[in-house]
């Protein structure tokens, strides 16, 4: 009976939960692969294997990576996944990157040396138009030579999205008609 009651009051709370966020703001945020076999990479190498960019570590280059979208007529928010495969950053060398949407920079974040693994990050900005939208991660420092670089994931197992949230029919700001679906 305890164990009944408890399944019973988790199911509540979930539903009570989802019942907050307006349903039409669940779906509104359109996955894409980034970085991808689409996107244009600089770096020392560019495209290194089947599933691995870079070797980023120069502003001065204008080391990034940018792909176009398409999607909602206007976003407010993003969550971009990215995956450092290789890391031979030293000496406390970091790559410090900048994320970019259609000249915009809503978020900024660092790859510190020895770090391998996932990066998540989500940002809300002020609404950007579109429906097209050009994301760029560009590195906004020059690592001093010697101290190494590191690589992205951009196919593979590895985590690499972005996720672009459309500005929901319900917000009176928003100037463009409202998005009520995948793309």
Known sequence: MLRLARTWILA???ACSLALVPSS???LGASYDFPSSNSTVVASVGFIDSDEVGF????ERGDRVTETFIGAPA?????LRLEVVFNVLNSGAQVDWDLVINGNVVDSFVVQQGFIGPIVRMATFP?????????TIRVTNTVPGGQG???LAYA????HSIQLFGVPCSDPRIMAPCWVGKP
């Open 149 to 151: 670089s590191h690589s």
């Open 12 to 14: 509540l709370l979930a």
């Open 156 to 159: 593979g197992a590895f985590e």
């Open 25 to 27: 703001a669940m779906a």
């Open 56 to 59: 980023f570590w120069s502003a």
């Open 75 to 79: 976003i407010w928010r993003v969550v």
């Open 127 to 135: 609404h950007i138009k579109g429906p097209v939208y050009t994301v």
